[in-house]
Each structure stands twice: as structure tokens, then as C-alpha cells.
T-cell receptor, first 114, second 112 residues
Framework: AQSVTQLDSQVPVFEEAPVELRCNYS??????LFWYVQYPNQGLQLLLK??????LVESINGFEAEFNKSQTSFHLRKPSVHISDTAEYFC????????????FGKGTKLSVKP | NAGVTQTPKFQVLKTGQSMTLQCAQD?????MSWYRQDPGMGLRLIHY???????DQGEVPNGYNVSRSTTEDFPLRLLSAAPSQTSVYFC???????????FGSGTRLTVV
């Protein structure tokens, strides 16, 4: 079965420091890649996605992720985090194009400290 | 435009009881899915649908049934609730597989 691995369950960082949240998946055959964010006691919100084309994708709030086909990775980065970025981040993958079965990783809790 | 609406928000069931979690979307999305979220487990796909009349099993389908008679609604049925089904359930919808899902606010279910 296809799988999504988020290598860190918790990432504590200080405000204004850079951060990388790691995501690997089991196969690079025709994948769509997503990052979602969940703030406390809320549902999930789409942060960014990769479908095709440029391997670097960006969100409106300063996050970016890079698709690396050879390493089957889609790591999320931000050069300078804010307190408001404290949340849980989920990587998700859909294999075989638009099949509807979006599989999530177990999540990474980002805690930004002052 | 309400987005994805889930009802109820909270529910307590006794072991063996049945119930239906409701999910409705008003965005004319073809794709709809049900996930459960448990601490340390992320979101696990229960069932999904790519259009009215079409459903398929996800990662953890046992103990759950779904149907998709209309584009708007995608109810999740628990036929005989078990404590292992205590979880937060999220419904999500998407225009296509490329669009990214819009999530509802969740249903917190406790089975005692």
C-alpha cells in the first residue's frame, strides 16, 4: 500500500528562525502533493500543492515546498517563522492522478516559541 | 456559500448503537471523502466518492458504510458503534482531485 511519512512528530523552533518539515512518500508515479495546516480545534486548510511543472511551490504566507522526484520527498520550508505559525502540518499525497483517494501523513506539530 | 457542513458537532454513543454522521456541501464538488483523526495517527481515509453513485473504500473502511445518492450529500453510517470508533471525523470535498480538499469543522464522536 502507498504511504506518506512525516519524519518529525514535533518541531520546536524560536520565532524568526527557519524551519523545515519533512515529508516522504512511497512512490513517485504520477503523484499530486499537498500540505495542509490545522490550527487548534479547527479543521484542515490547504496550504499549498504540487501538481506538475515547477518543482518549487509557494503559499501566500511565506511557506514553500519542493518536489523531489528522485528522493520521493516534498519538504515544507519557511525562512522565518512567526508565533502564529504554531499549528499541526500534514503532508498528503494522491497517486495515479485524480483518483480521489488522498492519503495523509501522521502530521508534524510546529511549536514556535518567543 | 456554507462550504462543507457536518452535523452533529459532538455525539456520545453507547456500544452497539447505530448512527449517521451527516455531510453536505454546496459547492457542486464531485469528490467527497470521510477521514478520522486520532492522536498521533494523522488523518486516515475511511471512504471516498468521485461522484454521485460512486463510492470506494479507503484505508480503514471496516465498521463504516457510505452512499452517495446526490452530489451534495455524503453520509457516513456506523452500524454498530465500538469504543475503537471514538475519534474526530472530518468530511471533505473537492471539485477535482487536483483542487485540494475543503474540510468541514469535524464531528467529535465518543463511544462508551
Amino acid at each position: 500500500a502507498q504511504s506518506v511519512t512525516q519524519l518529525d512528530s514535533q518541531v520546536p523552533v524560536f520565532e524568526e528562525a527557519p524551519v523545515e518539515l519533512r515529508c516522504n512518500y512511497s512512490s513517485s508515479v504520477s503523484v499530486y502533493l499537498f500540505w495542509y495546516v490545522q490550527y487548534p480545534n479547527q479543521g484542515l486548510q490547504l496550504l499549498l500543492k504540487y501538481l506538475s511543472g515547477s518543482t518549487l511551490v509557494e503559499s501566500i504566507n511565506g511557506f514553500e515546498a519542493e518536489f523531489n522526484k528522485s528522493q520521493t520527498s516534498f519538504h515544507l520550508r519557511k525562512p522565518s517563522v512567526h508565533i502564529s505559525d504554531t499549528a499541526e502540518y500534514f503532508c498528503a499525497v494522491s497517486w495515479g492522478g485524480s483518483q480521489g483517494n488522498l492519503i495523509f501523513g501522521k502530521g508534524t506539530k510546529l511549536s514556535v516559541k518567543p | 456559500n456554507a462550504g462543507v457542513t457536518q452535523t452533529p458537532k459532538f455525539q456520545v454513543l453507547k456500544t452497539g448503537q447505530s448512527m449517521t454522521l451527516q455531510c453536505a456541501q454546496d459547492m457542486n464538488h464531485e469528490y467527497m471523502s470521510w477521514y478520522r483523526q486520532d492522536p498521533g495517527m494523522g488523518l486516515r481515509l475511511i471512504h471516498y466518492s468521485v461522484g454521485a453513485g460512486i463510492t470506494d473504500q479507503g484505508e480503514v473502511p471496516n465498521g463504516y458504510n457510505v452512499s452517495r445518492s446526490t452530489t451534495e450529500d455524503f453520509p457516513l453510517r456506523l452500524l454498530s458503534a465500538a469504543p475503537s470508533q471514538t475519534s474526530v471525523y472530518f468530511c471533505a470535498s473537492s471539485r477535482t482531485g487536483e483542487s485540494g480538499y475543503t474540510f468541514g469543522s469535524g464531528t467529535r464522536l465518543t463511544v462508551v
